[in-house]
């Protein structure tokens, strides 16, 4: 399985952001997706999580109520929709995969895709 994250930029504090995760190969349909975020010098930050199936979804308390995680498994995509933006929400994002159920912790998902910096001026 091979990820791509997309959509990354520069926004004004408020504004809103999609982030795109496609994905290639076998069993997408059965993979966990997780978002999760860096800065430099930091560790890396979960920020939400979707089952295969789209049916549970998880976020980090720094985002619940303001990114929303989707997927659309006929087209091997996972969304993270990002409104109302913070500084503090700059990093570069990264999505991954996991065959299983969906975790906040990096360290179960097998498969990353390559990030996109997401720019949050104030």
Not at 13 to 25: E, H, K, P, T, V
Not at 62 to 75: E, M, T, Y
Not at 89 to 102: F, H, I, K, M
Request: charged fraction near 15%; glycine fraction near 14%.
């Amino acid at each position: 399985v091979q990820l791509q994250a997309s959509g990354g930029g520069l926004v004004q504090a408020g504004g809103s952001l999609r982030l795109s995760c496609a994905a290639s190969g076998r069993s997408f349909s059965m993979l966990a997706v997780g978002w999760f975020r860096q800065d430099p010098g930091k560790e890396r930050e979960f920020v939400a999580s979707i089952s295969w199936s789209g049916g549970s979804t998880n976020y980090a308390d720094s985002v619940k109520g303001r990114f929303a995680i989707s997927r659309d498994n006929a087209k091997n995509m996972v969304y993270l929709q990002m409104n109302s933006l913070k500084p503090e929400d700059t990093a570069v994002y990264y999505c991954a995969g996991r065959y299983g159920g969906s975790s906040p912790d990096y360290s179960d998902y097998r498969y990353w895709g390559s990030g996109t910096l997401v720019t949050v001026s104030s």
